[in-house]
């Protein structure tokens, strides 16, 4: 069997998989049914000062995501019994008490664009494309939590007809009612917002928002507008606020 990760040197340290904890950069759930995977990007994680927790299967990773509710979560798709997709839709269900939104990442296997895009449209952050760097990972990691777990800009709220954006928060507001964005769909709409009017092409948002300037698929761009106007838009069809410039990029327009 081919390894889904790319050569790497064998972790001399310890065996032991660390729990969640509140002193660490950030708490992460690795989801794989490879013990191979989820022993070395654990090592990974762990090594750059994330608390880690693994599972093997999707009820085992729904039980821990409901008891310790990491900060993000690394999902195979392609898991025994429930697959990755519907781990992923209950995962991004309303929790009572809370805001529902968890980061994910998700592990996609080479030939699988369709899930891997469904896997956005459900709420996932971000993908890796098997096989993988665990540095990469480490890295995608990184960029999803950077803006999660710090402290929140002291900004005032941004207000236009129907929408407003609360920074310190984190929520937005569309007619009176909170839409539920994932973290990526915010500071995707959070950047357009900032910059009222300017065209934006995906490259540029990739490096902006992501923080991939070396990211060559740009169409997941396309995949969280199209779930932002599903959210915020009256008529997604035609956008009053994320409009279109063909052949450019996208803006936002007051």
């Known amino acids: ?7 790497l040197a064998r972790d001399p340290g310890s065996e032991t998989l660390t729990r969640m904890e509140s002193n660490s950069r950030g708490s992460v759930l690795v989801v794989d049914d490879e013990p191979t995977i989820t022993e070395v990007v654990s090592r990974y994680l762990q090594r750059a000062g994330y608390a880690t927790r ?16 990491p900060d993000l979560v690394v999902l195979d798709l392609m898991l025994p019994g429930m697959d ?5 839709r209950r995962l991004c269900q309303p929790v009572a008490g809370g805001d529902g939104r968890m980061s994910v990442i998700l592990l996609t296997a080479k030939g699988e664009p369709t899930d891997r895009v469904i896997g956005l449209r459900l ?23 950077r803006r999660v777990v710090s402290e929140p800009e002291l900004e005032e709220p941004i207000s236009f007809d129907g929408l407003e954006l609360d920074p310190v928060g984190r929520r937005v507001t569309v007619r009176g009612e ?6 990526r769909e915010y500071e995707l709409l959070l950047h357009l917002v900032r910059h009222p009017g300017q065209v934006f092409s995906r490259d540029q948002l990739m490096d902006s928002v992501w923080q991939y300037s070396f990211y060559s698929d740009t169409s997941t761009v396309t995949v969280h507008v199209r779930r932002l106007r599903a959210k915020i838009e009256e008529d997604p069809s035609d956008p009053r606020w994320l409009q279109t410039v063909w052949g450019v990029g996208y803006r936002f327009q007051p």
Do not use: I, N, W
């Open 178 to 183: 909170e839409a539920q964005l994932t973290v």
């Open 54 to 69: 693994v599972a093997g299967d999707g009820p085992e990773a729904l039980e821990l995501a409901a008891a310790e509710r």
């Open 84 to 88: 990755g997709l519907e781990v992923m």
């Open 123 to 145: 709420g996932a952050d971000d993908y890796v494309v098997k096989p993988f760097s665990p540095a990469e990972l480490v890295a995608r990691v990184d960029a999803v939590l």
């Open 1 to 7: 069997m081919t390894s889904a990760l790319t050569p």
